[in-house]
């Protein structure tokens, strides 16, 4: 089992800005665990923006993001940040972290994930 938690790192910011996401996972196996985060818009379904497995650091991104956005961890604190670059109003969105357990692979897709963060709004103004 994954509890997650996600910090306070969103917000309203002008487009061109940088935000940083962080969310803690508290798990007894942390190294069988693939960490990802996700957006949804309004009236959107929810998007796959990035990923991280846990074991391997091995990493991937949504073609919307890669090069601007970045997943990364911190093993000592079992927290995976979401660090959001150049950002433009389209990526205005509810951001959400969610843990796959137990696997060791990339995931893309929302339904492979079993647990969630709350969500943190994210704010883009043009």
């Known amino acids: 089992q994954v509890q997650l938690v996600e910090s306070s790192g969103g917000g309203v910011v002008q487009a061109g800005d940088s935000l940083r996401l962080s969310c803690k996972a508290s798990?007894?196996?942390?190294?069988?665990?693939?960490m990802g985060w996700f957006r949804q818009a309004p009236g959107k379904e929810r998007e796959f923006v990035a990923t991280?497995?846990?074991?391997?650091?091995?990493?991937a991104y949504s073609t919307s993001v890669k090069g601007r956005f970045t997943i990364a961890r911190d093993a000592a604190k079992d927290t995976v940040f979401l660090q959001m670059n150049s950002l433009k109003p389209e990526d205005t969105a509810v951001y959400y972290c969610?843990?796959?357990?137990?696997?060791?692979?990339?995931?893309?897709?929302?339904?492979?994930?079993?647990?969630w963060g709350q969500g943190t709004q994210v704010t883009i103004s043009s």
């Open positions: 969610a843990a796959a357990f137990p696997r060791q692979a990339i995931l893309v897709g929302a339904s492979e994930y079993d647990y």
């Open positions: 798990t007894h196996d942390i190294n069988n665990v693939v």
């Open positions: 991280l497995v846990w074991m391997t650091n091995e990493t």
